[in-house]
């Protein structure tokens, strides 16, 4: 059988004492291609792409688990998760609930829940970020897709929505945002879309910020936390 030398290094070199000059290590056939596959899967470990952040809202109608696309929406993630680690969420509210029966715009309609966060924390919100298009991500608004609430491009900060049903016309070149930029999509739910569904038929008024889409009495977040 075949043998290939190595030299292997002691735990300690004395000083003086060139590695060059350490006995040979013998290895046969069978032990380099253990040596080979150790290296190997070890490598592939190394390149393991990490799990996506994910993100659990307490409310009083349940809980909902979002999935955070940290690596296709990098800095809406980052906005966020610094939003959620700073518990900015814990003590806000959601206030919106979008559909059919309801909806102030009939030109191009959508479904939606929309979260904010505790008022008394609104001054210490974060600088607004820069929109990232679902032209750039690859991301969509489909069923049960998190995405950004904004007014202007470039505006966005802590409010956000969940989609309920797909939603073509939020993605850019879409045509609920006048400017045509659509919204930034930054993930989705993993758990409690029955939750989210029973927020959007809980019960509407004629006032608050969103007219007749206002949730009446809004529903509280209790706690936001990562998992």
Request: charged residues 20%.
């Amino acid at each position: 059988m075949r043998t290939a030398t190595i030299r292997q290094l002691p735990p300690e070199i004395k000083p003086g004492l060139s590695a060059l000059s350490l006995p040979p290590v013998h290895l046969s056939g069978v032990g380099i291609r253990a040596l080979l596959a150790v290296t190997f899967l070890g490598g592939a470990a190394a390149r393991t792409p990490q799990q996506n952040p994910v993100v659990v809202f307490e409310t009083e109608k349940g809980t909902i688990e979002l999935e955070v696309d940290s690596v296709r929406a990098p800095a809406t993630a980052a906005n966020f998760l610094q939003y959620v680690e700073g518990r900015f969420y814990d003590g806000g509210t959601i206030n919106r609930a979008v559909r059919p029966d309801n909806t102030v715009r009939h030109d191009v309609e959508i479904q939606v829940i929309q979260f904010q966060i505790d008022p008394a924390r609104r001054r210490e919100q974060f600088p607004p970020i820069p929109i990232e298009r679902t032209s750039v991500t690859g991301l969509t608004h489909a069923d049960g897709t998190i995405s950004m609430a904004r007014g202007t491009p470039d505006s966005a900060t802590a409010s956000f929505s969940i989609v309920i049903g797909d939603q073509p016309e939020m993605d850019f070149a879409g045509r609920r945002s006048p400017d045509g930029q659509g919204f930034a999509a930054f993930g989705r739910v993993v758990r409690g879309m029955d939750v989210v569904k029973a927020i959007q038929a809980s019960p509407t008024g004629q006032r608050g910020q969103y007219g007749t889409e206002s949730l009446s009495p809004p529903i509280k977040i209790l706690k936001a936390h990562r998992r």
